[in-house]
């Protein structure tokens, strides 16, 4: 079974990578920092500054708020993960034999996960402000019947993470604005991967979880009191994590940097809004393993380490929106983001991804001057993919011989996203 520990450890990896604050990339870009960018696909958050959720996307904007405010508010995630057109085999390995051939269609996939947000930006005086926040920006899974054909591609997937930040914010000027804070992210990873033809599990990892500290940085600058454009940079650290063996595992992360622009059109009630984002996703080229029992693996050998190596690529977002100041008590949004895939040649069916559109729409009621209430929704598409997958895994029959399993087909992930916050000034 040495060929199956050592790939139950890359897939335990994977499962903790994609459970890190910037992972989100992988599978569904999404985004839970409040209902209020979920209204308008996040076009503009790092700049807007409308309620205390903005410190999540640029620190620089609590130089923004001239009062104590508290938002708090829960995103719902619900996933439509389709695999169709899809074959699994089996051969015997070395000889090319095919055992058997089946089809490997799914139509169910996804899952409803709920993700909450709280963030608090207290102003000192007109320099300084800081702020402390709370959210999960990935909180989703994939989930297959046992009965599933390729049980050993499908299987669960749950992910999920969870950030604590402390920020502070100096005003330099009636123009300038800067910012800087901590991250403190903690990841946790379920995966569970059925023997084909057999009752046991060929992975079973529960929970698997680790720390990791990063840093952000931004700066707002204000033409004038309709007219600013917001920078921030995120900085990912290398997440270490250790399965239920306690067999560390290092994955380097992607860093972000996001532009945002927000313009009200004099004398009306409308705005327009914008953001370019870039995730460095090319930077996780490899997942480093140590301390592994060479007792456990071929390819460890005498070895205390192991890499799994990995192709994916730099991902982007392009987001515009508008918003419309109906009246004191209402006021309403829209978006649209393109958002470009992290995974390139090498593609899953347990964590299907794709260039996706967000269609996006929200609306403020206010419920009086210090207190309002925010709903977000966004229809997030996804686009077909093919997907190709191969794994060598020991024969039940003679521990000799190896059996190379295979799916191809394609995958679709599409979503739907609503948000619901309350926000108060003190």
Known sequence: MKKTRLFKKTLVALTVGLATQQAAAAGFQLNAQS??????AFAGDAVIADNAAAMARNPATMALFDKTSLSLGFETITTDIK???????RSITGLGTKISESDADYSDAGS???????HLIVPVNDKFAWG?????NFGTKTSFSDSYSAAEYGGLTDVKSFNFGLAGSYRLNEAWSFGAGLDVVYGQGTMKRAVPSSSSNLIDVDKADGWA?????GTVYEVNENNRFGLAYHHSPEFKAKDDNGQEITLPLPDIA????????????????????????????????????SSESQLAASSTSYA?????????????GGTFYLNKTWTLRAGYMYDTSAQDSVTSISVPDSDRQWFST?????????????????????????????????SSSSPTNYVTTNVTGKTRADAILMGLQYSRTF
Do not use: C
């Not at 500290?213 to 940085?217: C, D, I, L, Q, T």
């Open 35 to 40: 209902a209020t960018g979920l209204g308008r």
């Open 83 to 89: 695999v169709k057109d899809a074959t699994y085999s």
């Open 112 to 118: 409803t996960s709920i993700a909450p947000n709280l």
């Open 132 to 136: 402390v926040d709370a959210y999960t």
């Open 213 to 217: 500290v990063g840093y952000n940085v």
């Open 258 to 293: 996001e532009f945002s622009g927000y313009h009200r059109i004099k004398d009306t009630r409308f705005a327009v809004h914008y953001s370019v984002q870039w995730i460095g996703w090319s930077s996780f080229d490899q997942i480093d393993f140590d301390n592994l029992d």
């Open 308 to 320: 799994k190596n990995y192709q994916w690529k730099d991902g982007w977002h392009y987001a515009i």
């Open 362 to 394: 929200g609306v403020t009621y206010q419920i009086n001057e210090k207190s309002n209430i925010d709903f977000g929704f966004t229809y997030l598409m996804g686009k077909d993919t093919d997907v190709s997958e191969s794994l060598t895994l020991p």
